[in-house]
């Protein structure tokens, strides 16, 4: 997937792995797919550990080429995010009811100052087939930089680029920015096919402090 954030994911880290991870690795790595880097042989007891840190930051740049995520945040008053994603607070917000978790692949955005360090265990076990499980390879691909921290992000996470489906997902409410045109209101509320009776709010601007409000 493009992003507009050179940091995103921060895939270009190299972690320090212990010796006993490197170890492990050399031990017990067996690929049921095609190789990430070269090896003739496939003699990966052989690599040496810069090696192996090449593997792993080839491995984090396919999964986040491959994988698409719908990103949503958690403050739908927020200033800045009205300013950037809802077109000059000319746009909408949607409020939708999740569960807890959907399909294990809900995650909230972590705002770390450097990456996430990679699980070499578990990388280990699911490209040798020993394990389906992609939270962690998940948990490790959901962190963004500081600078990020006031979008509140969460995001969903699914294996192949497309298009995030509501489903049995109930919309809970929807809100219009302080300059959404009246034929953006009627356009939004006829696509959504809400119930006659449902209410939406039109946002307030109030000063001191500067703020939104319902």
């Known amino acids: 997937m493009d992003m507009n954030d050179p940091f995103e994911c921060m895939i270009s880290h190299k972690p320090n792995f212990s010796e006993d991870e490197f170890e492990y ?27 192996v840190q090449e593997l792993i930051k080839s491995f ?21 995010m009205w300013s950037h994603y809802a077109n000059g607070h000319k746009g909408c917000v949607i409020g939708i009811d999740f569960p807890d978790d959907i399909n294990g692949h809900l995650k909230k955005v972590r705002y770390l100052d450097e990456p996430n360090k990679v699980d070499l265990k578990h990388f280990t076990d699911f490209h040798s087939g020993k394990t389906r499980d992609l939270t962690p390879l998940i948990e490790n691909l959901s962190v963004k930089a500081p600078d990020w921290e006031y979008e509140n992000e969460w995001r969903i996470w699914r294996n192949a680029p497309n298009y995030f489906h509501l489903g049995d997902y109930p919309i809970k409410e929807v809100l219009f920015g302080v300059r959404t045109p009246p034929e953006v209101k009627m356009i939004v509320l006829k696509l959504l096919d809400l119930p006659d009776n449902f209410k939406y709010n039109d946002l307030e601007v109030y000063y001191n402090p500067p703020r939104l409000v319902k």
């Open 25 to 51: 690795f050399r031990q017990n790595f067996s690929p049921k797919s095609k190789p990430f880097i070269g090896n003739k042989k496939g003699e990966w007891r052989d690599l040496k550990d810069i090696e």
């Open 60 to 80: 984090r740049d396919q999964i986040i080429s491959g994988f698409a995520f719908c990103a949503l945040s958690e403050n739908p008053l927020d200033i800045l």
